[in-house]
Each structure stands twice: as structure tokens, then as C-alpha cells.
């Protein structure tokens, strides 16, 4: 199981929303690169990146902070957040970006989003509130049920879904196990878990389960709940 510790840019700065409101916004570094090449002498193989500014807007907001995370890391990078037609991907994959996340628009265009993923890397990301997925930066609930989308992208040459319980997305209440679980037996994808990751105990029941491929780290590493370093011991000695 991989752990990608998580940062989110909204204005250039690396920022932790609670359940997805963007006036909750805590900044934690005014230079996110840094943050990157901590968590990369840490061990981590994985960087998340989001430009919260971009699912907003629908288009970069936040470009010079991922150039300059890009460049000062050897990290893998997944990068999410307004990504809506395959310019901006190519932009991104360009920059030297490993996998693209795509999220609203996999509900409302699922065959561009399969289109995309016989040709770059991409995650679809799947954010949802009592098991229904939620778009537009999490500003707006739909009727679909998580599980169902995750269907939806079962064989389409994703590479990876990420699954988000917003209602958990920042609290530090835990991480929901059984939803990531229903998500990656729905896709039969690797499936990696977002969203009230606390303790070493979450890793640890993730890393137990089984069948889920990654977990998102943010607030937990932030506010100093969770030992990052201690966490990928774990999963890597398992």
C-alpha cells in the first residue's frame, strides 16, 4: 500500500480545507515545494497535489507552484483539481506530471475520461457525501452513488480511483475503510482512500484490509496526529 502525503494549493500557498469549504482553509507552508522535498526525504513515493483554486475555476490556478514542486522533487506526482479537456492534461503531463486526476468531469463525460486513459496515466478521483458523488469542488451533490461510477471505469484503462468521504475530508475522525473497500470491489482499480486519515491506526486498518492500494495523508501529517515516518515503515515491512 502506498501513502501519498497530500498538499493542496489555494493561492499559491499549501492550505487543508475541512469537509471541502474553501473559507476553512488553514495554511500550513507559504512555500509548498518545501513540504514536497520533506516528504520525499521522508520516504514517500508519492506526492497528491491539488490546485483547489483550479476545481473551482475549472482551469490551472496555480501553475507556478506545481512547476516549482516539479522541479525540486524526483517524487512521483498525481495532480487533480479542474482539469476538464485533454489541453490542460498534456499541459500537465508535459511539466513532467506522472498521473493526472480527473474528477467532476468523470461523472459528466465518463468516455472522454476513458478516451484519456488509452492515452496518459490517469486517476479518477471520486468524492462523495452519504455515498453519492459530489462535483465542482465538492460545492454540489448528484444523485449517482459512488460505487456506480466506480463501475462505470471497471476496464477503461484507469490507472487508479481515488475515493474521498468529504464528510470525513479534514475532521481527523478516521477514514472510512468500508467505503474505500465497496470503491475498489465495485472498479476492481486500485483504489486509494482520502478523506479523516488520523492515526497510525488508520494506516494500519487500510494496510489490513487488503485490497486498497493507497491512502491519502494531509491534515493528519499537518497537525501532527500521524507519523508519516512512522507510517511508511509500516506498510513497507507488510
Not at 487533480?80 to 468531469?105: A, F, N, Q
Not at 477514514?175 to 470491489?185: D, L, P, R, S
Amino acid at each position: 500500500m502506498e501513502i501519498l502525503p497530500a498538499i493542496d494549493l489555494k493561492d499559491g500557498k499549501a492550505v487543508r480545507l475541512t469537509k471541502g469549504l474553501m473559507n476553512s482553509a488553514t495554511i500550513y507552508s507559504d512555500e509548498p515545494y518545501k513540504l514536497a522535498m520533506e516528504f520525499e526525504r521522508l520516504g514517500s513515493s508519492w506526492l497528491h497535489l491539488v490546485d483547489l483554486n483550479g476545481a473551482f475555476a475549472g482551469e490551472p490556478k496555480n501553475l507556478e507552484q506545481i512547476k516549482k514542486i516539479r522541479k525540486m522533487c524526483d517524487i512521483h506526482i498525481e495532480l487533480g483539481g479542474g482539469i476538464r479537456d485533454e489541453e490542460t492534461i498534456k499541459r500537465y503531463i508535459d511539466l513532467g506530471i506522472d498521473r493526472v486526476i480527473l474528477g467532476s468531469i468523470a461523472l459528466k463525460k465518463p468516455d472522454f475520461v476513458k478516451k484519456m486513459a488509452q492515452k496518459y496515466r490517469i486517476a479518477v478521483g471520486i468524492d462523495a457525501i452519504d455515498g453519492f458523488v459530489t462535483v465542482e469542488g465538492w460545492a454540489e451533490q448528484s444523485n449517482i452513488k459512488a460505487t456506480t461510477l466506480a463501475q462505470n471505469f471497471a476496464d477503461a484503462g484507469v490507472e487508479a480511483i481515488i475515493c474521498t468521504d468529504v464528510s470525513r475530508d479534514g475532521t481527523l475522525s478516521g477514514v472510512n475503510v468500508e467505503f474505500t473497500q465497496k470503491i475498489a470491489q465495485a472498479s476492481k482499480l486500485d483504489t486509494i482512500a482520502s478523506g479523516g486519515v488520523k492515526d497510525l491506526d488508520d494506516i494500519i486498518a487500510l494496510n489490513k484490509s487488503g485490497d486498497i492500494a493507497g491512502v491519502i495523508v494531509g491534515k493528519a501529517y499537518y497537525e501532527q496526529t500521524l507519523d508519516l515516518k512512522e507510517a511508511l515503515k509500516i506498510v513497507k515491512n507488510n
